[in-house]
């Protein structure tokens, strides 16, 4: 075992079949997180191009966002640790071998509206299950880390996007729970998207040391994955109509407007810098466990996360689109509703 990275390897004469077996099995359940971009990536394509009726060809070319995270993260680990080179061929086989398969050899299976709002909302929980339970076999402290700390922060985001009125959920109506104007399924979301973004960042953390030492860049590559995988998740939630963007708001990227995109950096690297400055001053080593006095440090700085976070979205926003754009005009709107509420 490599003392660095953790990593079993094998010498390629030592595989069999039987080892071989065992060895892809232990590759995929030992790194899920990351695997799982490419597993979304090949879903979703799947989805786009034989669920959707008439299918949507146009969004395939989305899957090259997470299968870029995927197959940075193997190769650095074949680069600047010790996987080997029959791994990371067998991943860059896999993430262009397999999408070119799938969009050349598929089967029209169309699907309803309904059928797929549905799978979509609850295949949210599925996902949290599959994390849950990889998380508490290699280190269960980060279940509370990620879907609990990291859940109280995205069901704030979440919800607070849907307050400000940049978009609604009311479609997605089997999760949802009041007092929350968003669905349990899209903040449950955040936390899996927070748990594979850092997995994947720990990774390049204990192969990089430049990155190791910034906790402001290790937080932008958190933003970072967290976004390439949602630019292919958001153009087919918002095709479906899981969330229904506010009419002002142009669409830029298959109908996703610009600031969705914009608002996952500013929640995300804020969130990230304060993580990994948490871990610094308490001295956890990246993927290390988290005691509970750790998460109560992260929790009482959260509220700060979400200030930076706001300062910096309504900051970004107003250098892209003016002070008469749509988003500062929706900011304003909810701003003069609040002064005159009773």
Same mark, same amino acid.
């Given at each position: 075992?490599?003392?660095?990275?953790?990593?079993?390897?094998?010498?390629?004469?030592?595989?069999?079949?039987?080892?071989?077996?065992?060895?892809?099995?232990?590759?995929?359940?030992?790194?899920?997180?990351?695997?799982?971009?490419?597993?979304?990536?090949?879903?979703?394509?799947?989805?786009?191009?034989?669920?959707?009726?008439?299918?949507?060809?146009?969004?395939?070319?989305?899957? !090259?966002?997470?299968?870029?995270?995927f197959v940075i993260y193997q190769v650095v680990r074949f680069t600047h640790g010790t996987g080997s080179r029959r791994l990371v061929l067998t991943s860059l086989v896999l993430a262009f071998g397999l999408p070119a398969?799938?969009?050349?050899?598929?089967?029209?299976?169309?699907?309803?509206?309904?059928?797929?709002?549905?799978?979509?909302?609850?295949?949210?929980?599925?996902?949290?299950?599959?994390?849950?339970?990889?998380?508490?076999?290699?280190?269960?402290?980060? !279940?509370?880390?990620?879907?609990?700390?990291?859940?109280?922060?995205?069901?704030?985001?979440?919800?607070?996007?849907?307050?400000?009125?940049?978009?609604?959920?009311?479609?997605?109506?089997?999760?949802?729970?009041?007092?929350?104007?968003?669905? !349990?399924?899209?903040?449950?979301?955040?936390?899996?998207?927070?748990?594979?973004?850092?997995?994947?960042?720990?990774?390049?953390?204990?192969?990089?040391?430049?990155?190791?030492?910034?906790?402001?860049?290790?937080?932008?590559?958190?933003?970072?994955?967290?976004?390439?995988?949602?630019?292919?998740?958001?153009?087919?939630?918002?095709?479906?109509?899981?969330?229904?963007?506010?009419?002002?708001?142009?669409?830029?990227?298959?109908?996703?407007?610009?600031?969705?995109?914009?608002?996952?950096?500013?929640?995300?690297?804020?969130?990230?810098?304060?993580?990994?400055?948490?871990?610094?001053?308490?001295?956890?080593?990246?993927?290390?466990?988290?005691?509970?006095?750790?998460?109560?440090?992260?929790?009482?700085?959260?509220?700060?996360?979400?200030?930076?976070?706001?300062?910096?979205?309504?900051?970004?926003?107003?250098?892209?689109?003016?002070?008469?754009?749509?988003?500062?005009?929706?900011?304003?709107?909810?701003?003069?509703?609040?002064?005159?509420?009773?």
């Amino acid at each position: 075992m490599d003392p660095i990275t953790s990593e079993n390897t094998l010498p390629a004469e030592a595989l069999t079949p039987g080892t071989a077996f065992k060895a892809a099995r232990n590759e995929l359940w030992r790194h899920l997180p990351a695997w799982m971009f490419f597993i979304y990536g090949v879903l979703l394509l799947n989805t786009e191009l034989t669920n959707f009726s008439p299918a949507r060809a146009d969004l395939a070319h989305t899957i !090259v966002f997470p299968l870029l995270v995927f197959v940075i993260y193997q190769v650095v680990r074949f680069t600047h640790g010790t996987g080997s080179r029959r791994l990371v061929l067998t991943s860059l086989v896999l993430a262009f071998g397999l999408p070119a398969l799938t969009f050349f050899f598929h089967t029209p299976s169309p699907l309803s509206h309904d059928a797929l709002l549905r799978i979509y909302e609850w295949s949210n929980f599925g996902w949290a299950a599959l994390l849950i339970w990889h998380l508490w076999r290699h280190q269960r402290t980060h !279940v509370a880390l990620f879907f609990g700390v990291g859940l109280l922060y995205g069901a704030a985001l979440e919800n607070g996007g849907i307050i400000l009125g940049f978009f609604h959920e009311t479609n997605l109506s089997d999760t949802m729970v009041r007092p929350f104007v968003a669905p !349990v399924a899209t903040m449950i979301g955040w936390s899996v998207v927070l748990s594979m973004a850092t997995f994947i960042t720990w990774g390049l953390r204990k192969r990089l040391p430049w990155l190791r030492r910034s906790a402001l860049l290790s937080a932008i590559a958190v933003g970072s994955f967290a976004t390439l995988l949602d630019l292919q998740i958001d153009p087919i939630a918002t095709a479906v109509g899981c969330w229904v963007w506010h009419h002002t708001l142009p669409g830029w990227f298959h109908g996703v407007p610009l600031v969705n995109f914009v608002a996952w950096m500013c929640a995300l690297v804020p969130f990230g810098y304060v993580m990994f400055r948490v871990q610094e001053r308490r001295g956890l080593r990246d993927g290390a466990a988290w005691k509970p006095d750790d998460l109560l440090a992260l929790l009482k700085w959260t509220p700060a996360g979400l200030v930076l976070a706001a300062l910096v979205f309504m900051v970004a926003t107003l250098v892209i689109e003016g002070v008469s754009g749509p988003s500062w005009t929706l900011l304003n709107t909810f701003t003069a509703r609040l002064v005159s509420a009773p």
